[in-house]
């Protein structure tokens, strides 16, 4: 079945310590996103790609980052992990980038903890 | 800016009857979509229902409708014949040519057997 995955399902990390988080798709969707999603609370676009274009949510903090190699991945880098940044991030994927076709199909998500 | 709003942060239903969830919007846009997702525990996010706002009849799958009130800006789910399945965090969202997606704050659904 076509699907969005992610890797891994439960990440530990330590304050201050690099961490990358991984989303592959077999959609073969033009877009991918990546939200923040603290507990009891709405999911948060972080950014998304079209395609190679990257596009930042104006609030999103510079110690995110993130990496798209091909149409099937994209990463999550986190440089500097602080206690605030313990969250579900989920990654989505939609077919263009128009809203007409505007269904975003999401991974299960991995929750990060910061020790 | 484009705000969602779900008011009802729990709401509760015996199984087989119908359940409403609230949702209200702010946007000074004529063109967008709404959408209600579902997202069972530790479970990924589906989509529901979808609605296009110039669209005037409600977008009906099978147990689940929406009662869209482009005016109102109000845009609530009807679950009917509710199963223990249907209990989940369930997201309303916005999306436009300038907004890809935003939420409200989610609404936790109980289905009592």
């Known amino acids: 079945d076509a699907m969005v995955i992610q890797n891994p399902r439960y990440q530990v990390t330590q304050f201050g310590k690099p961490v990358t988080l991984s989303c592959s798709q077999t959609?073969?969707?033009?877009?991918m996103y990546w939200y923040q999603q603290k507990s009891s609370q709405a999911p948060k676009l972080l950014f998304h790609y079209y395609d190679k274009d990257f596009n930042n949510e104006a609030d999103t903090p510079d110690n995110f980052q993130s990496r798209r190699p091909n149409t099937s991945f994209c990463f999550l880098d986190i440089r500097s992990p602080g206690l605030g940044d313990a969250a579900m991030y989920l990654c989505?994927?939609?077919?263009?980038?128009?809203?007409?076709?505007?269904?975003?199909?999401f991974g299960p998500g991995t929750r990060l903890t910061v020790l | 800016a484009q705000t969602v709003t779900q008011s009802q942060p729990e709401m509760s239903v015996q199984e087989a009857e119908t359940v409403t969830l609230s949702c209200t919007y702010d946007?000074?846009?004529?063109?967008?979509?709404l959408f209600w997702y579902k997202q069972p525990p530790s479970r990924q996010m589906i989509l529901v229902i979808r609605?296009?706002?110039?669209?005037?009849q409600n977008a009906t799958e099978n147990r689940f409708s929406v009662n869209f009130q482009k005016a109102a800006k109000s845009f609530s789910l009807k679950i009917s014949d509710s199963q223990l399945g249907d209990a989940a965090m369930y997201f309303c969202a916005y999306r436009s040519e300038a907004i890809y997606m935003r939420f409200g704050a989610g609404t936790r659904l109980t289905v009592k057997p």
């Open positions: 946007t000074s846009e004529s063109d967008y979509y």
């Open positions: 959609l073969n969707h033009n877009v």
């Open positions: 609605q296009e706002a110039y669209k005037q």
């Open positions: 989505a994927t939609s077919r263009v980038y128009s809203p007409s076709y505007n269904e975003q199909f």
